[in-house]
Nanobody
Framework: QVHVVESGGDLVQPGGSLRLSCAAS????????MGWYRQAPGKQRELVAS???????DYVDSVKGRFTISRDNAKNTVYLQMTSLKPEDTAVYYC??????????????WGQGTQVTVSS
């Protein structure tokens, strides 16, 4: 059984920094990519940042230059370093791990989410 567990969410003041972590475990297959998504109240879930096993990254425009995604392949862990946080970054942040099977099929697994609140 695959487990995806996020940690690091907290209450932080505007302009502050926070680091989220996400660890995936329980599968014999390799992870193709991992990503961070967020969902604010009344809004749809959106992709924040993603990273492939090869290190290719992608960011939503609103966080470029402020957030950095990184990955430890040996630990199946992904990090999201968030700086210059704004109130509009407030959301539940979810981690997604995409596994690739031997036949090329990809399977997605989600974590339970971690709350990030940016407020003075």
């Amino acid at each position: 059984q695959v487990h995806v567990v996020e940690s690091g969410g907290d209450l932080v003041q505007p302009g502050g920094s926070l680091r989220l972590s996400c660890a995936a475990s329980g599968s014999i297959f390799s992870i193709y990519a991992m990503g961070w998504y967020r969902q604010a109240p009344g809004k749809q879930r959106e992709l924040v940042a993603s990273i492939t096993s090869g290190g290719s990254t992608d960011y939503v425009d609103s966080v470029k230059g402020r957030f950095t995604i990184s990955r430890d392949n040996a630990k199946n862990t992904v990090y999201l370093q968030m700086t210059s946080l704004k109130p509009e970054d407030t959301a539940v942040y979810y981690c997604k791990a995409t596994y690739q099977l031997q036949n090329g099929v990809k399977l997605d697994y989600w974590g339970q989410g971690t709350q990030v609140t940016v407020s003075s």
